[in-house]
């Protein structure tokens, strides 16, 4: 089965910085990628996503890139602020069977002032 | 709540009790999920449903029973078997594989 593994399990940066969390996948026909944030007692969130035919997306201030070669795919929240906050989880599935999303461990976001 | 309605938000277990928890979704989803989330913890799957009437075992099955005998409802039963239920748990659907999940707001269940 897939397995996810999310790196740093937690982070601090200072307002206005840049964030990076990575993940690597371990099935390599995955191709369906989207990232989750859970703010404290609440439930997780969809804030993007991407598909293996894709390389890049962006929403804002937030972006995803996929490495479908090296099986690794990561979320860059540039210019946060303390309302980012929050753990953030990615995910992998093979869209189109009756597969499961599996999900990282999750990265425990701290934007500071 | 987004579609999907998860109750109680609280719920205290005795020892050696069942317990069951709703999960109503209005989304017309096919599939729904059953989560575990422990402090500091990851997503662990419990079980799912691609269709009524049909689920399969997740990661972390033992101890926890399904039925999905509606399209719109996939309660978890955490049966006495399962001996550390202290939890959040979180119920998700989705319209199809390549979908994002949808959340229920949880339920935390304590043992007292």
């Known amino acids: 089965g897939e397995n996810v593994e999310q790196h740093p399990s937690t982070l601090s940066v200072q307002e206005g910085d840049s964030a990076v969390i990575k993940c690597t996948y371990s099935d390599s026909a995955s191709n369906y990628f989207p990232w989750y944030k859970q703010e404290l007692g609440k439930r997780p969130q969809l804030i993007i996503d991407?598909?293996?035919?894709?390389g890049e997306k962006k929403d804002q201030r937030i972006a995803v890139t996929l490495n479908k070669t090296a099986k690794h795919f990561s979320l860059h929240i540039t210019e946060t602020q303390p309302e980012d906050s929050a753990v953030y989880f990615c995910?992998?599935?093979?869209?189109?069977?009756?597969?499961?999303?599996?999900f990282g461990t999750g990265t425990r976001l701290q934007v500071t002032l | 709540d987004g579609g999907i309605t998860q109750s109680p938000k609280y719920l205290f277990r005795k020892e050696g009790q069942n317990v069951t928890l709703s999960c109503e979704q209005n989304l017309n989803h096919d599939a729904m999920y059953w989560y575990r989330q422990d402090p500091g913890q990851g997503l662990r799957l419990i079980y799912y449903s691609q269709i009524v009437n049909d689920f399969q075992k997740g990661d972390i099955a033992e101890g926890y029973s399904v039925s999905r005998e509606k399209k719109e409802s996939f309660p978890l039963t955490v049966t006495s078997a399962q001996k550390n239920p202290t939890a959040f748990y979180l119920c998700?659907?989705?319209?199809?594989w390549g979908y994002g999940y949808t959340f229920g707001s949880g339920t935390r269940l304590t043992v007292v």
């Open positions: 995910a992998a599935i093979y869209t189109g069977t009756a597969s499961k999303l599996t």
């Open positions: 998700a659907s989705t319209a199809g």
């Open positions: 991407i598909r293996s035919n894709v």
